[in-house]
């Protein structure tokens, strides 16, 4: 058996497809678009290409895109000022800190992006907006886990009653996973780095996902015959002569496992290409939640 491999780039653009709709109805409601501002802090390169990639997806969305820089100097004062600015501004319905801060204000971190009004948040990383999860009310999720479940649910993948093991307990991730699935009535359990007989749970999961940043981790005996397997990890393995950068990988052993799921996402072009796809809807459920 082969798995039917679950392609990001499909479910990404069904996502576009839906926020640019959801987009253009709230600007005739309102008379403006969406709008979402994203700051970054200083000149780290990896950071630049994830904002621009955020300004495109708004591009092709019809969100009004806001970027704002502040030099690596910018003291945790001076961010703040500019949140509280953003705060108030009644165009922009989202508001990003682009990750990771510069030294001297990253240990502020947590006091900085709570800053950021809960109604605005669209990262969903404010403990309001994981509290709203966790009581089941209208909030704003992490991307990466709202990506996933709106994925298994265009596949029509079946949760309620599903047995769901998510690997990986972050509060970006692993978490936010398990509140989502538990909402749609799957039963769930999830392990961490201390989780004893690991693979036992593992291979009792109709849906498998993981989450902990190790290659290549979840192997084909550890996994149920015809079981959904999502792939969130990426890992760069050390440069070899194909890879002269590294070659990319998940946190499953695509090859193997591939020949024993019933559906898979693959690592590049799984659930990677989600996120800022999701940031999008996000964006439009903000503006929602706030106007209408
Ligand atoms: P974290 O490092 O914050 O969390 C990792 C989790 O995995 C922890 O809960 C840890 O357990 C658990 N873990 C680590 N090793 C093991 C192990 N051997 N067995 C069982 N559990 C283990 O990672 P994130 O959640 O932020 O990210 C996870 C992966 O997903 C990374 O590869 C990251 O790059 C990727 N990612 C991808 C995104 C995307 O596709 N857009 C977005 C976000 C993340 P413990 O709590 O006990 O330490």
């Not at 969903?124 to 991307?143: D, M, Y």
């Not at 886990?145 to 509060?171: H, Y």
């Amino acid at each position: 058996m082969s798995a039917k491999i679950l392609e990001g780039k499909y479910f990404a653009q069904k996502f576009r497809e839906d926020a640019a709709a959801r987009a253009a109805a709230f600007e005739e409601r309102h008379g403006r678009r969406p709008g979402l501002a994203v700051i970054i802090v200083g000149e780290n390169p990896a950071s630049q290409v994830y904002v621009r990639n955020k300004h495109k997806a708004c591009e092709a969305c019809g969100i009004k895109s806001i970027g704002i820089e502040l030099p690596e100097t910018a003291t945790k004062e001076e961010l703040l000022a500019q949140i509280d600015a953003l705060n108030a501004d009644e165009a922009v319905d989202g508001i990003l800190v682009q990750l990771p801060l510069p030294r001297q204000i990253a240990r502020d971190e947590a006091e900085i992006l709570n800053r950021i009004d809960p109604a605005k948040d669209v990262d969903g990383f404010h403990p309001v907006n994981v509290g709203r999860l966790a009581t089941g009310q209208p909030g704003l999720v992490s991307c990466t886990p709202a990506g996933c479940l709106k994925m298994l649910e265009l596949a029509g993948i079946e949760l309620d009653g599903a047995r769901a093991v998510i690997l990986g307990r972050s509060n970006i991730v692993g978490k936010p996973m398990a509140q989502l699935l538990l909402a749609k009535h799957a039963t769930v359990t999830i392990c961490h780095s201390h989780t004893k007989n690991l693979s036992e749970l593992t291979r009792e999961a109709d849906i498998l996902v993981a989450a902990i940043g190790r290659p290549k981790f979840v192997t084909a005996d550890m996994v149920k015959p015809g079981a959904t397997v999502v792939d969130v990890g990426i890992n760069r393995l050390a440069p070899d002569e194909e890879h002269p950068k590294g070659k990319l990988v998940g946190d499953v052993d695509f090859e193997g496992v591939q020949e024993v799921a019933g559906a898979i996402t693959p690592v590049p072009g799984g659930v990677g290409l989600l996120t800022v796809a999701m940031l999008m809807e996000n964006v439009v459920t903000a503006a929602e939640l706030r106007e209408d």
